[in-house]
């Protein structure tokens, strides 16, 4: 079955940088991307980019370039999120998702999740 | 601000039909996916596509699109169906980012 394993929680402070894993298994890891979402408290889902786990292409969301970077290892199944400069508003949980792709292009979708990594931004 | 934009708040009375809806203009090329999410819990795909059920999703759920807006309809709602509803596309700039909707909190009266 497919399954996106995360790291555990993570506490730092503002303009320290956070490394988040998600290790892939169940499924051949090069067919798919990885998004990744994130969710500050008692607030909704905010996409923060993807990767391709093919050939490592990204796409970030435009409030995060230059703080966020994506990259896959294929050689353990694990695709990474790093953000840098934290700030207290970056507080949240971060998932990452598996990304599929259907209808030509016309609706991408988020079928498989991980668990969620509370990262605490704090002095 | 999203550029999806969803209702914030919507009650169903137990069994009965709900629709939960999703406008933008980057609906009108690309088609949206919803997702279920409850407290403390990694959300759930629940639609996508024109009208996608995962394995395992109840045939209650089913999606439709028209013009700018997807909406998601709960046909016979039931109480574990309270939850979060978030709709994802992409967004309208051209550069495939996604982008979610605000979210709409269902309650099952």
């Known amino acids: 079955q497919v399954q996106l394993v995360q790291s555990g929680a993570e506490v730092k402070k503002p303009g320290a940088s956070v490394k988040v894993s998600c290790k892939a298994s169940?499924?051949?890891?090069?067919?798919?991307?990885i998004s990744w979402v994130r969710q500050a408290p008692g607030q909704g889902l905010e996409w923060m980019g993807w990767?391709?786990?093919?050939?490592?292409?990204?796409n970030y969301a435009q409030k995060l370039q230059g703080r966020v970077t994506m990259t896959t290892d294929t050689s353990t199944s694990t695709a990474y999120m790093e953000l840098r400069s934290l700030r207290s508003d970056d507080t949240a949980v971060y998932y990452c998702?598996?990304?599929?792709?259907?209808?030509?292009?016309?609706?991408?979708?988020?079928?498989?999740w991980g668990q969620g990594t509370l990262v605490t931004v704090s002095s | 601000s999203s550029e999806l934009t969803q209702d914030p708040a919507v009650s169903v009375a137990l069994g009965q039909t709900v629709r939960i809806t999703c406008q933008g203009d980057?609906?009108?090329?690309?088609?949206a996916s919803w997702y279920q999410q409850k407290p403390g819990q990694a959300p759930v795909l629940v639609i996508y596509g024109k009208n996608n059920r995962p394995s395992g999703i109840p045939d209650r759920f089913s999606g439709s699109s028209s013009g700018n807006t997807a909406s998601l309809t709960i046909t016979g709602a039931q109480a574990e169906d309270e939850a979060d509803y978030y709709c994802?596309?992409?967004?309208?700039?051209?550069?495939?980012?996604?982008?979610f909707g605000g979210g709409t909190k269902l309650t099952v009266l």
């Open positions: 169940g499924y051949t890891f090069t067919s798919y991307g």
């Open positions: 990767i391709s786990a093919y050939n490592g292409n990204t």
């Open positions: 980057s609906l009108r090329s690309y088609y």
């Open positions: 994802n596309s992409r967004d309208s700039s051209g550069n495939h980012r996604g982008v």
């Open positions: 998702a598996r990304q599929g792709i259907a209808a030509a292009g016309r609706v991408y979708y988020f079928d498989y």
